[in-house]
């Protein structure tokens, strides 16, 4: 369990830190508007957005290892407790 924990705590940091670049990199794009320079702080925007939110779907998985969904495995829905085809038979494929 402390393998789990110490992941969690170093996700939490990246995120705490991807956040400060997000809002650094909302700043230097207002900043940018209208300048030569516009272009490339919406890249580096965009960057910063996605890396918070795939930071942030680290975090939940971690949290939540099971994440309650579905997987389909050789086109058969394998697991989660929300399963749409719980009642099917082998026959149905």
Avoid: Y
């Amino acid at each position: 369990m402390a393998m789990v924990h110490d992941s969690r705590d170093g996700a939490v940091r990246r995120l705490e830190t991807a956040l400060i670049e997000l809002d650094r990199s909302r700043e230097g794009f207002g900043d940018a508007i209208g300048t030569p320079h516009e272009f490339e702080a919406h890249r580096r925007l965009e960057t910063a957005r996605n890396q918070v939110a795939g930071l942030q779907a680290w975090l939940k998985s971690i949290e939540e290892p099971t994440g309650g969904g579905r997987v389909w495995i050789n086109g058969r829905e394998v697991g989660g407790p929300d399963s749409c085809f719980l009642g099917l038979e082998d026959s149905h494929d």
